[in-house]
């Protein structure tokens, strides 16, 4: 259920997003709402509360949004709060983020290592992954974790690319327990 919602709203937004080319626009005032949100956790409260009535909520969008979204997203704000679907906001954000970035072919990729890449290890990373993905830019997160011994896992929406040394050696404590 919770997919569809995001999907009836968001591709509603992303749809409008690309037509009036405003997609840069709406990535950006996404984001920024998706973090107000994070760090604002009373925000999302209000807006699911029972007892707020709802004009109040709607009002309160108002108050803080208005002059700084677009059009666009202030009204998905606005139809998502009178359909009582407050608590998805941030699912629906996530859903228009994760769609734009598609259609902009810019991927997301998670990169966990052993211990800090350097900058240049880093540079040479996204452009491997630019030139053996469908992407044309890549948004890079760095991850550390030392219980890896050494490799790297990588991540890129659902695939995973584990080859660190902690798998290796699970796969060979298996292979030895059943030999």
Known sequence: MAKQVNSTYGDALFELAVEEQQTDLILEELQGLLQVMRE?????????????????????????????VSDAVMGMLLIVVRNDRSSDLP??????IARIKEYKKIGVAYVTSAVELT????????NRLVATTK????????????????????R??????DSSIKRQLERMAAMLSQG
């Open 40 to 68: 604002n956790e009373e925000l999302l409260r209000l807006l699911t509360h029972p007892e707020v009535l709802k004009d109040d909520k709607l009002q309160m969008l108002k108050n803080i949004f208005e002059s700084r």
């Open 91 to 96: 699912d629906i954000c996530e859903y228009v």
């Open 119 to 126: 900058e240049r290890q880093k540079s040479d990373m996204e």
């Open 135 to 154: 992407y044309e830019s890549m948004e890079m997160n760095y991850i550390v974790d030392a219980s890896l011994i050494g490799g790297l896992i990588i």
């Open 156 to 161: 890129i929406d659902d695939r995973v690319v």
